[in-house]
């Protein structure tokens, strides 16, 4: 099955990343958010991105003017009609999520692929909303869309083989390097990733060292691009507490459950660099200083 069309629902921070790799790899995409104001946030993302590459040289103007004329950006869904594959980004909300999917399976030919970029919702759940059940299958992109290499391709107990290896070959054409998984909650990445997060905030609740040293500990050690503080800023506290009680509720292992600490920061408000205060605080984002939590 070849993918010549592609659609994105979503341009929040990961629709407009996957929306950007799908028009820079040649793909005529279309992106939809639900109003004007989000779309353009979305599409400033996208400039902004496609500026850096330019500055570096690894992209040059043109390329970067051919990229945005591919990109569609659009308020309806009936605009995804002639897409071949569409990929959904919207929030994490399993309901919102088989609406959207539930209404792009009316609009779109019966070729078409259905991908969702959920982190942790169920596929097959997803899936049930439809009448494309061998159609069907996860594409989970990594922030910063743009950067990193990985996407996990998730099958159900019913995606089409055929299927899985068009999703594999799209991901291929897109640069990033696929992995296959089955459709179990966190798949490969977030199953190892969360725990090993929750771990750390636990070992700084217990005294294993400051913040600031578990991070360097990490990044140092072992050569992580970020220490599991600067990581969980990053990815965001409430998202990755939101994960965890995915996983915790998926497999009732207590390795899985959000320490307390998390909890309490998630109910303050403190979701890391969005909010401009997690474990460190970002009053000057070039110079984040630790957090005083305990
Ligand atoms: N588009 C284009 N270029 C970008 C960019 C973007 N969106 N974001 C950053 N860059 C560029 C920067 O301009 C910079 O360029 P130069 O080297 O020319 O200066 C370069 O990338 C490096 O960026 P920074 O200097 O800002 O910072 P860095 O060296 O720390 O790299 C990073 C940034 C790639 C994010 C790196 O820190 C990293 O790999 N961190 C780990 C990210 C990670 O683990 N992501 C997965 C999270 S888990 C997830 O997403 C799954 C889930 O379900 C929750």
């Given amino acids: 099955m070849e993918i010549r069309k592609v659609g994105v629902v979503g341009c929040g921070l990961m629709g407009s990343g996957i929306a950007q790799v799908s028009a820079m790899s040649g793909f005529p995409t279309v992106v939809r958010e639900v109003s004007d104001e989000l779309l353009s946030a979305g599409l400033g993302r996208i400039e902004k991105s496609l500026a850096k590459f330019t500055e570096k040289g690894t992209m040059t103007a043109d390329q970067k003017a051919q990229t945005l004329a591919r990109l569609k950006p659009t308020l309806k869904l009936e605009d995804f009609a002639g897409c071949d594959l569409v990929v ?19 609009i779109l030919a019966q070729h078409a692929l259905l991908a969702s970029n959920t982190s942790s919702l169920s596929i097959t759940e997803m899936m049930t909303a439809t009448r494309r059940r061998e159609r069907f299958l996860g594409m989970h992109f990594f922030n910063p869309v743009p950067l990193m290499k990985l996407v996990e391709v998730v099958k ?32 490969i990445v977030n199953r190892l990733l969360v725990p090993y997060l929750l771990d750390a905030v636990r070992a700084f609740e217990e ?30 506290i409430d998202t990755t507490y939101y994960i965890a009680e995915i996983l915790f509720a998926e497999y009732r292992e207590k390795r899985f459950a959000p320490p307390p600490l998390m909890k309490r920061m998630v109910m303050a408000g403190m979701y890391g660099r969005k909010t401009g205060k997690g474990f460190y605080d970002y009053s000057d984002p070039k110079n984040p200083k630790v957090n005083q939590l305990l």
């Fill in 156 to 187: 159900t107990v019913a995606t089409d083989p055929a299927a899985v290896e068009g999703a594999l070959d799209f991901a291929k054409k897109l640069g990033k390097t696929p992995v296959l998984t089955n459709d179990r909650a966190g798949f």
């Fill in 207 to 236: 005294g294993f060292g400051t913040i600031e040293d578990i991070d360097a500990g990490m990044k140092l050690g072992c050569n992580h691009p970020m220490g599991p503080f600067t990581l969980l800023d990053f990815v965001g």
């Fill in 88 to 106: 959904e980004a919207v929030i994490e909300n399993l309901e919102r999520k088989r609406e959207v999917f539930a209404a792009l399976d009316k």
